[in-house]
Every structure is written in structure tokens, then in C-alpha cells.
């Protein structure tokens, strides 16, 4: 598990190495749009992965268990802040399998497609984070609560 801080850190180092990993395989608007894609697809595959594999039903013990390490944890204590972040050794290897994808599919100009798609995944993993770390004083966070 991870602490807010380390996550931070973490995401803070690997963003801008994206980024400059993909330097010169895109123009400015290629990779402006390819990233709002990759940001837009990310909140599709969370919202898929959410309703259709965390809260999956299997029949086996092995997968139940498996459900239950990947989201089930989370749901058994929502407020304990080291089960509200994606520990690193699931989504390094996640990130790295996507951007290979990413890749694979849209060329080397696809690494701003996933950078999209992993900066959606880190604004999502932070104001989940604080959705359940803190008590929302706005309007839109008591909403995001529900």
C-alpha cells in the first residue's frame, strides 16, 4: 500500500518522463488530442472496470479472492488511506502493458494517448483519494462522495 505522499512522488516522476519519452513522434495538436482521447478513454475503463470487474460476483474462491485484493479490500474499509491508491507494483506493470498497447496501436505518437490516459488515472486515484480522506466542503466533492 501507499501513502498519499509517495504516490505523488511516484506519478510526479513518471508523467514528465512520458512526456518526454514522447517528444517529436507528434505535433502539438496531435498530441493535445491524442492526450484528451487517452484522458477521455481512461474514464470510460474506469467506469467499465468498476461496474463490471470490481464488483464481480465469480463463483471460484481463487477469483473471489482476486476481486476482493483489487477493489473488495477497499470496500471492507473506505477510510483507511492505504487502501485508496493503487499500490505501485499493480500499476507500474498495468501502466507499462498500456503504454506498450498504446503504442502497438497508434505508433510512437501513441505515448501521448497514454499519457492521457495515465494523468486521467492519477487525477482520478487523487480526488478518490480525498473523497474518502476528507469531508468535502464544495458542492461538486459532496457530489463525487456520493
Known amino acids: 500500500m501507499l501513502p498519499v505522499g509517495a504516490f505523488m ?4 516522476l513518471v508523467l514528465p518522463f512520458v512526456a518526454w519519452a514522447g517528444r517529436g513522434s507528434a505535433s502539438p495538436l496531435q498530441a493535445l488530442m491524442l492526450a484528451t482521447a487517452g484522458w477521455a478513454a481512461w ?4 467506469y467499465a472496470m468498476h461496474r463490471f470487474v470490481f464488483h ?3 463463483r471460484s474462491a481463487a477469483a473471489r479472492q482476486f476481486v476482493f485484493v483489487m477493489h473488495g479490500n477497499h470496500h471492507e474499509d473506505p477510510q483507511d488511506a492505504l487502501r485508496n ?4 507494483v499493480v500499476s507500474l506493470p498495468l501502466a507499462a502493458v498500456l503504454w ?4 502497438l496501436a497508434l505508433g510512437p505518437m501513441g505515448t501521448w494517448f497514454f499519457f492521457g490516459l495515465i494523468s486521467g488515472y492519477v487525477v482520478y486515484d487523487l480526488i478518490h483519494y480525498g473523497c ?3 469531508k468535502p466542503r ?6 463525487l462522495m456520493k
Not at 9 to 12: D, S, Y
Not at 43 to 46: G, R
Not at 100 to 103: N, P
Not at 138 to 143: E, M, W
Open 43 to 46: 474514464f470510460l475503463l474506469e
Open 85 to 88: 491508491l493503487m499500490p505501485p
Open 9 to 12: 512522488v511516484l506519478w510526479a
Open 138 to 143: 464544495v458542492r461538486i466533492g459532496q457530489t
Open 132 to 134: 474518502h480522506q476528507w
Open 56 to 58: 464481480l460476483e465469480p
Open 100 to 103: 506498450g498497447a498504446s503504442v
